[in-house]
């Protein structure tokens, strides 16, 4: 004969891409025959949970022999996956039981998945989740692994804390000790923007031998967010060049550091134990990547590489032999600075906006144009090079030939501006961009393009010839126009003249 024991209810949460929703954990408990049910679209990774919970309670030495234990999580109609929702799911069954008073929870959300033994393990996600609590008038405390805690503690105006063990968590609801609280996540003079250098991971501009075109080039890429396609034999030091990026760009603002670090906590890819990623990010994933990982996807929806590069770096080397739908779907992303993924359970957007560095040989062998080396035929250069379509061409500002390091330079010790140097008047004029039009360059939407590059009579004519000229589309055009503005906040002109438009022009010249 059933029997009714309790019922308790725990707030939780489930994380769709980069957004949070509120899950209601509901436990209700007769006695009768030992059964554990999880309704309300719970996928397979909730219900490996009951075994989870299973062994962890059995740990705690709670055997709760002849309950009927019924868990449904609200809404039904929201996905939940992953296995976040273990922890309320126990405290719900523990509350509903006695083991916990009932107001020990109130104002609490809790996520964290069970290890077999017991302990308390970290979840994807958290940053986003403690945002979420953060903004919700209805939790007043969130409740999650220790794991997770340095980089939820990055959310502001939300009380946090954590623990590695169920059994710690529980001696803590019933007042018997302490959870571990928010941890530190910078030290004061770091949380003020700039006074610290970005972390260049150790390539420095001023390392790289020669290639002062390139180097040129890189300084307005970091200025104006602008694209790249480097060509050279190889060990020219394309990488190399690409990898000092990153360096000239200013530290990413608390702002920048969040949304950077939401997107590798859904990703899976924030260690356990770590906070806020002040690096600007460099991506560099290998040509074999699928069109899902480089631009997202999948039935959860994680975001891809172009997501992970947002407010940084991403390095495409190889270029023509990444696969041609994969290319054709970077179009989008670099057009929108963000990505749309539409599946089944539900569709998610990303955010990517990246400063693309593309690298590619000349030829098939590399050594075109080394004499004596190159044995490509003609035709065989030209399938090569069509590779990379027009359409993703149109979409890359700069093309910058990358010849090999003549013998003399290679003696030099070291040669032009330091990283920090450049990274100076990268940061003024990306200032002076942002109080003109609130955006880098790059970001300008086309409407007030001609209003924010005003350009003089010269350098309008020059423009013109280059339409006809170089065969620019109206997009390559518009690149172009961005691109001479950059040269001109590099040197601090309000107006764009015939030389910076003369040089933007040059950056598109015949490949
Ligand atoms: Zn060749």
Same mark, same amino acid.
């Given at each position: ?66 309950? &009927? ?19 309320? *799911? ?38 986003? *989740? ?78 790289? #031998?020669?290639?002062?075109?390139? #180097? &040129? ?20 030091? #394309?990488?190399?060049?690409? &990898?000092? /990026? ?80 994969? /290319?054709?779907?970077? &179009? ?107 955006? *880098? ?71």
């Amino acid at each position: 004969m059933a029997k009714w024991v309790g019922s308790a209810s725990v707030m939780s949460a489930a994380v769709m891409g980069l957004d949070v929703r509120p899950v209601s954990v509901e436990v209700s408990l007769i006695r009768g025959t030992p059964l554990m049910q999880i309704v309300g679209l719970a996928q397979s990774a909730v219900r490996e949970g009951r075994e989870r919970i299973r062994a962890a309670a059995a740990q705690l030495g709670l055997h709760v022999p002849g309950l &009927r234990i019924t868990v449904n999580l609200a809404p039904a109609d929201l996905p939940k996956t992953g296995a976040a929702l273990d922890l309320p *799911i126990m405290l719900g069954i523990l509350c509903a039981n006695g083991d916990l008073p009932q107001d020990a929870l109130d104002g609490t959300l809790a996520v964290g998945e069970l290890g077999l033994d017991g302990s308390v393990r970290s979840i994807r996600g958290a940053l986003p *989740i403690a945002l979420f609590a953060a903004a919700n008038p209805q939790v007043a405390r969130l409740l999650l692994p220790v794991a997770n805690l340095r980089e939820a503690s990055a959310a502001e105006g939300i009380a946090v804390g954590g623990s590695e063990s169920l059994t710690h968590i529980l001696a803590a609801l019933n007042g018997e000790a302490r959870l571990r609280g928010p941890m530190t996540l910078l030290s004061p003079s770091v949380r003020t923007t700039g006074s610290r250098g970005p972390d260049d991971g150790g390539f420095d501009l001023s390392a790289v #031998k020669g290639q002062s075109a390139a #180097k &040129r080039a890189l300084e307005i890429a970091a200025a104006g967010g602008h694209n790249v396609l480097l060509s050279g034999c190889p060990g020219a030091g #394309k990488t190399s060049l690409a &990898r000092c /990026l990153p360096g000239l760009l200013p530290a990413l603002e608390i702002r920048e550091a969040v949304d950077v670090t939401a997107i590798h906590s859904v990703a899976g890819l924030v260690a356990d134990g770590s906070g806020l990623k002040r690096a600007r990010p460099f991506r560099a994933p290998h040509h074999s990547i699928s069109e899902a990982g480089l631009i997202g996807g999948g039935t959860r929806p994680r975001p891809g590489e172009v997501s992970l590069a947002h407010h940084g770096v991403l390095f495409l080397d190889e270029l023509p032999e990444f696969g041609r739908r994969t /290319l054709e779907a970077l &179009r989008q992303p670099i057009e929108e600075g963000q990505v749309r993924i539409v599946r089944a359970a539900g569709s998610a957007s990303f955010p990517a906006e990246f400063t693309l560095v593309a690298a590619m040989n000349p030829c098939p062998c590399g050594f075109l144009g080394t004499p004596g080396r190159c044995r490509c035929l003609e035709e065989t250069v030209r399938r090569y090079r069509r590779r990379v379509s027009g359409p993703l061409l149109d979409r890359i500002d700069m093309l910058v030939d990358v010849p090999a390091v003549r013998w003399e330079q290679l003696a030099e010790a070291a040669s032009g501006d330091t990283s920090a140097v450049v990274r100076a008047r990268v940061s003024k004029a990306r200032a002076r961009a942002a109080r003109r039009h609130g955006t *880098i360059n790059a970001r300008i939407p086309p409407v007030r393009l001609e209003e924010a590059c005003r350009v003089g009579r010269g350098g309008r004519s020059l423009l013109r010839k280059a339409v006809t000229h170089l065969g620019l589309t109206a997009r390559g055009y518009h690149r172009a126009l961005r691109v001479a503005r950059t040269i001109a906040d590099l040197e601090g002109r309000g107006r764009v003249s015939e030389d910076h438009v003369a040089e933007a022009i040059r950056f598109r010249g015949p490949q």
